[in-house]
């Protein structure tokens, strides 16, 4: 089992849509939760991160988690072309030796006009 | 503020040949992560280096492969002897502090593309 499952999409949506984009986890020892998005031939850039179970907003995008569940989401609300892009979660834990982080595979995310 | 800069941006090489790529952190940031994207995977982490030491290479490959930090200069990762699986996008990151979840995260570079033919 993976350690993260993301679906991959791809996703269309009209524009001005609300999007849900999820991810769950298996391992409970996970402490802090990340989306980022990843346009095409580009790095990820960080979006939201957030440590603990509820919701977090910034503008158009809520990070929501459930640590009972072990699942974590991304709202995307009033969706634009430019949104088109893959969106990875993340979820990682402080160890010793550091910050790594596991990804899911990533959801691609089309917006059309 | 220039951000995380990888070099090259794509880079070719043929079976056996060596690749060496490179990594600069943004300004103040002393943590570098290697990770390896292959088409239709997410990312894999490879290597967490801080100035001069290895911390956690748990993703690396035995054979091949072999990072550094050193004390001046950029980050580099080195593949000996590269083989067509090798193929994939190298992600570097850096944060500036231990606990990347209490700063604005990984700042990541826009990758090397590494194309073995």
């Known amino acids: 089992q993976k350690e993260v499952e993301q679906d991959p999409g791809p996703l269309s949506v009209p524009e001005g849509a609300i999007v849900s984009l999820n991810c769950t986890y298996s391992?409970?020892?996970?402490?802090?939760f990340m989306w980022y998005r990843q346009y095409s031939r580009k790095g990820p850039e960080l979006l939201m991160y957030?440590?603990?179970?509820g919701n977090k907003e910034d503008g158009r995008f809520t990070a929501q988690v459930d640590k009972s569940s072990k699942y974590i989401s991304l709202f995307i609300r009033d969706s634009q072309p430019s949104d088109s892009a893959t969106y990875l979660c993340?979820?990682?834990?402080?160890?010793?030796?550091?910050?790594?982080?596991?990804f899911g595979t990533g959801t691609q995310l089309k917006v059309e006009l | 503020n220039a951000g995380v800069m990888q070099n090259p941006r794509h880079l070719v090489r043929r079976r056996g040949q060596e690749a060496r790529l490179r990594c600069s952190p943004m300004?103040?940031?002393?943590?570098v992560y290697w990770y390896r994207q292959l088409p239709e995977e997410g990312l894999k982490f490879m290597v967490y280096?801080?100035?001069?030491?290895?911390?956690?290479e748990s993703g690396m490959p035995k054979e091949r492969f072999s990072a550094e930090f050193p004390k001046e200069g950029p980050s580099i990762l080195r593949i000996q002897q590269v083989v067509r699986g090798d193929s994939a996008a190298y992600f570097c990151?850096?944060?500036?502090?231990?606990?990347?979840?209490?700063?604005?995260?990984?700042?990541f570079g826009s990758g090397t593309r590494l194309t073995v033919v």
């Open positions: 993340a979820i990682g834990k402080l160890t010793g030796g550091g910050n790594k982080l596991t």
């Open positions: 990151a850096s944060s500036p502090s231990l606990i990347v979840g209490q700063t604005d995260g990984y700042t």
């Open positions: 391992n409970s020892a996970f402490q802090y």
């Open positions: 280096l801080q100035k001069e030491n290895i911390i956690d």
């Open positions: 957030t440590y603990s179970s």
């Open positions: 300004k103040g940031h002393s943590h």
